[in-house]
């Protein structure tokens, strides 16, 4: 009863027909910055430079989380991979923004996603392990890549208190983590701006195993642009409805981060529970 009980969101993006450095060019600041050919590229290799030079992590380990996202990538089979590139190829891919290479960023792939949203009563009732969005949140940072604050995201920080107030979490105590990112160094800035590892230890999630982060891949192998954001809120849901299919126990709390704009300007995060 109602059409407003049920709802369906859908995105897609096709980058194959077209240039997203273009896409990602038209909306860096049109006076001062455009003109010298400062793009997306540029600002996330600046990112990684301060990122590498404040934290001490090297292009090495980057390579490692790199191999690490493509492989949960090519074993959930719903990313096109013909191979897993190992640590040597991801360093020697073609360097894009030192100390950026290619295959550090992500990689723009074609994709789909639609979720079904529905009021209480109706997701009891049909839905045999209903996943509840506890809070949202979402924020901005300055159109100029300039104005920032250099070596953080605080729009991401932002949003992540803003979901975490509304679903009265005291602190980001999630099972699972699906986050978007537009490089390897912003995948773990993303981390630590949520909150789930302290400034510059963002890697130490790969091995401490207490939070599954981007257990589907995340971002880095595949980046449909208007869709990433999306997906990581379906992947995140399927986790906590499936986890044997991802090697998971019993999660009960998930975090599902999406990203725009050049070197990352907007963020939305979610928590969800079940």
């Excluded at 982060?213 to 971002?219: D, H, K, Q, T």
């Amino acid at each position: 009863s109602g059409g407003a009980n049920v709802g369906l969101i859908i995105a897609y993006s096709k980058p194959s027909e077209s240039d997203t450095n273009a896409f990602y060019k038209s909306q860096v600041e049109p006076f001062y910055q455009r003109p010298v050919g400062f793009d997306h590229r540029a600002a996330s290799g600046m990112q990684a430079q301060r990122y590498l030079a404040d934290h001490g992590v090297t292009e090495k380990q980057l390579a490692g989380l790199v191999s690490k996202r493509w492989a949960s990538a090519s074993a959930g089979r719903r990313v096109p991979i013909d191979a897993v590139p190992d640590e040597r190829e991801v360093l020697a891919s073609p360097s894009v923004a030192r100390p950026l290479t290619q295959l550090m960023m992500s990689r723009p792939t074609d994709g789909a996603v639609a979720i079904l949203i529905a009021s209480e009563d109706i997701a009891r009732r049909t839905a045999k392990t209903p996943v509840w969005i506890t809070g949202m949140g979402m924020s901005g940072d300055r159109h100029s890549f300039a104005t920032r604050k250099a070596g953080a995201l605080e729009a991401c920080e932002a949003a992540a208190k803003s979901a975490f107030k509304r679903a009265g979490w005291t602190k980001p105590a999630a099972d699972v983590a699906e986050t978007s990112a537009s490089s390897a160094v912003t995948e773990l800035m993303v981390l630590e701006s949520i909150g789930l590892a302290k400034a510059g230890k963002g890697l130490d999630l790969l091995d401490d195993g207490k939070v599954a982060v981007n257990r589907s891949g995340g971002a880095l192998p595949a980046d449909p642009i208007m869709a990433t954001g999306l997906i990581r809120l379906a992947e995140a849901s399927r986790q906590l409805v499936y986890p044997g299919e991802y090697g998971l126990k019993s999660p009960a709390t998930a975090i599902a981060h999406g990203a725009g704009g050049v070197g990352m300007q907007t963020h939305c995060v979610f928590t969800l529970e079940v």
